[in-house]
């Protein structure tokens, strides 16, 4: 069946340090791809998507390439901050499903420190 | 501003007691969804709606029931016969399409004492 699969968390830096998280899918035809950010005790917000092959996302300085060869989706920042320390939640959406429920990977904490 | 609404933000209930979390839209989205997410996990599907009075079990429905009688609305009514209901429940909606971006609401969190 269509499944996500993401790094395990949590994962810990320090500020300004390169973070990546991978996330790879299985799916049949050419799924949507989808980033999510949860801060504490709050929904989720989209962080950024890309709908095909090649397709590169980005919002906030974080950027995700969407590479069909790799089934992958991984999520990279620059440098991050304090302020990312929150949950990321890779998903998919069928493009067979036009009205679309999401596939979720488990989620990887990212813990940002000073 | 356009979005979604879901309340209340705290829920405590008895054991024995059917609670109902409101998740009402905005945005004119034809789907809605709700989802559990238990701590340190991940997210699970409960129950979805595509259209105005029609609504399909997700991965987890046993224990829950719905409503869609309005586009804007989709309660989640959580029965007694949920074993383990102390969780955190997620609204969302969509438009149509594969593309588009699923929205989500604040969450509410639901505990049993």
């Known amino acids: 069946g269509d499944s996500v699969t993401q790094m395990e968390g949590p994962v810990t830096l320090s500020e300004e340090a390169f973070l990546t998280i991978n996330c790879t899918y299985t799916a049949t035809g050419y799924p949507s791809l989808f980033w999510y950010v949860q801060y504490p005790g709050e929904g989720l917000q989209l962080l950024l998507k890309?709908?095909?092959?090649?397709d590169k996302g980005s919002n906030k300085g974080f950027e995700a390439t969407y590479r069909k060869e790799t089934t992958s989706f991984h999520l990279e920042k620059g440098s991050v901050q304090v302020s990312d320390s929150a949950v990321y939640f890779c998903?998919?959406?069928?493009?067979?499903?036009?009205?679309?429920?999401?596939?979720f990977g488990a989620g990887t904490q990212v813990v940002v420190t000073p | 501003d356009g979005g979604i609404t879901q309340s209340p933000k705290y829920l405590f209930r008895k054991e024995g007691q059917n609670v109902t979390l409101s998740c009402e839209q905005n945005?004119?989205?034809?789907?809605m969804y709700w989802y559990r997410q238990d701590p340190g996990q991940g997210l699970r599907l409960i129950y979805y709606s595509q259209i105005v009075n029609d609504f399909q079990k997700g991965d987890i429905a046993e224990g829950y029931s719905v409503s869609r009688e309005k586009k804007e609305s989709f309660p989640l009514t959580v029965t007694s016969a949920q074993k383990n209901p102390t969780a955190f429940y997620l609204c969302a909606s969509t438009p149509p399409r594969s593309g588009n971006t699923i929205y989500f609401g604040e969450g509410s969190w639901l505990t049993v004492v």
């Open positions: 890309a709908t095909k092959a090649d």
């Open positions: 945005l004119n989205h034809d789907a």
């Open positions: 998903a998919l959406r069928l493009s067979t499903d036009s009205w679309g429920k999401l596939q």
